[in-house]
């Protein structure tokens, strides 16, 4: 599996649906503003750019198809997230309260807990969407595999990602504009670039 070729691929795909991919940020953007339908506009996201992943067509009507279908599972994976890092975050913070050499390491270790946990989630809500079996922790497993499948492939796709953030959140304007759009349509065709190369069962 060529990572490059699978990137620049992932990105000329993008480029071709560039006025897609910025309807779609700009609806999440809208919707995600009363922040109580944040998670239903994260599922209205990845269900839109899972559709162009698969070579469809996009229009505003498939962002909100995406939000009513999966309203709940929006809601459940937001949920999951937001409980595994308040126990992380209070494991920091209980730490923090002990003195010695250990309590930084332990502490170092949470903080690696949290780095790992997001990184899975770059995959997570993508494979709930292909999966026959919803359920979250099987998701999580499943994002183990893929990042164990194509370590180079997630790496790369994880550079590029700083490297859009961070120029996104130089500008600003990107973020509302493109940014989150393109990152979880990339996200997508590699993760269906990845599982094609997995024998089905």
């Known amino acids: 599996m060529n990572s490059r070729l699978i990137l620049w691929e992932a990105l000329v795909e993008a480029y071709d ?6 309807l779609i940020n700009v609806l999440w ?14 599922a209205g996201l990845y269900y839109s ?3 162009l992943a698969h ?14 279908k999966h309203f709940w599972l929006g809601w459940r994976w937001a949920l999951v997230n937001l ?5 992380l975050a209070a494991n920091f913070i209980f730490y923090g309260g002990f003195e010695g050499d250990w309590t930084t390491l332990v502490r170092g270790g949470v903080i690696w807990l949290v780095i790992l946990w997001l990184l899975l989630q770059l995959y997570t809500f993508p494979l709930l969407l292909e999966q026959v ?22 790496l790369g796709l994880i550079v590029l990602f700083i490297l859009i953030a961070v120029l996104s959140s ?32």
């Open 55 to 68: 070579h469809g067509s996009f229009s505003w009507r498939i962002f909100f198809e995406g939000f009513r």
């Open 17 to 22: 649906n560039f006025y897609s991919l910025m």
């Open 49 to 51: 750019t899972n559709h």
């Open 170 to 201: 130089i500008l600003w304007i990107p973020w509302i504009i493109i940014s989150v759009s393109l990152i979880t349509f990339l996200t997508q065709k590699v993760m269906l670039a990845v599982l094609e190369t997995v024998p089905s069962k």
């Open 83 to 87: 409980f595994v890092l308040v126990v």
């Open 29 to 42: 953007f809208l919707v995600t503003l009363p922040l109580v339908t944040a998670p239903a506009a994260a």
């Open 133 to 154: 079996d919803r359920r979250m922790l099987v998701a999580v497993r499943n994002s183990v595999v893929l990042y164990i499948k194509s370590p180079g492939l997630s």
